[in-house]
């Protein structure tokens, strides 16, 4: 059975970087056809995607955050990660991983069990 | 982006009834080359991450219920839980993969009457 947990500091400072490691296990996250993907949810609120990478390392991201993410895997720890940089406090929020079908069966399942991450000094 | 309104934000009903939550796409999410709805509901209970429910509008994931079903077609969809049980109190998101971003609904929590 697939599961994927997520990992990384839960504070971090406003212009700083935050980044966070999503571990899979019960397969391989080279997986031909599966995408992986982060989602977050401020406290209290929302969904929001913020981009998803295929195995083949192809990334895809939520235009309203593109020119602050980057996405990337590490086949030998069947990890995935997501770097957010020049945060403020609006990225508050529980981080959350998940696979996805992509192309065009884009649902989420499974999901990490999600870490918070606060931005505050 | 295609905007995902659901209604309504807060929803109470008496154990065994009849629990109807809506869903309102900006735009079509039908997906011609198999005439399916590329929209998904989720449930969120306190603490834990999103559930799959439903996918393809109306596709019950393995393992759920038969209680839960989804219906609706185009921009308008619903999720339908015939007999409210204790443990589905949570929120229920809508979400549709139509086009990217993939965007989800505001959610709409449940609780018992």
């Known amino acids: 059975q697939l599961q994927l947990q997520e990992s990384g500091p839960g504070l971090v400072k406003p212009s700083e970087t935050l980044s966070l490691t999503c571990t899979v296990s019960?397969?391989?996250?080279?997986?031909?056809?599966?995408?992986w993907g982060w989602i977050r949810q401020p406290p209290g609120k929302g969904l929001e995607w913020i981009g998803s990478i295929y195995y083949s390392g192809s990334t895809y991201y939520n235009p309203s955050l593109k020119s602050r993410v980057t996405i990337f895997v590490d086949r030998a720890k069947n990890q995935f990660s997501l770097k957010l940089s020049s945060v403020t406090a609006a990225d508050t929020a529980v981080y959350y991983c998940?696979?996805?079908?992509?192309?065009?069966?884009?649902?989420?399942?499974?999901w990490g069990q999600g870490t918070l991450v606060t931005v505050s000094s | 982006d295609i905007v995902m309104t659901q209604s309504p934000d807060s929803l109470a009903v008496s154990l065994g009834e009849r629990a109807t939550i809506n869903c309102k796409s900006s735009q079509s999410v039908l997906y011609s080359s198999n005439n399916k709805n590329s929209l998904a509901w989720y449930q969120q209970k306190p603490g834990q991450p999103p559930k799959l429910l439903i996918y393809w509008a109306s596709t019950r994931d393995s393992g759920v219920p038969d209680r839960f079903s989804g219906s609706g077609s185009g921009t308008d969809f619903t999720l339908t839980i015939s007999s409210l049980q204790a443990e589905d109190v949570a929120v229920y998101y809508c979400q549709q993969y139509y086009s990217s971003p993939p965007t989800f609904g505001q959610g709409t929590k449940l609780e018992i009457k």
């Open positions: 019960g397969g391989s996250i080279s997986s031909i056809s599966y995408y």
């Open positions: 998940a696979k996805s079908n992509g192309d065009y069966s884009n649902w989420f399942d499974p």
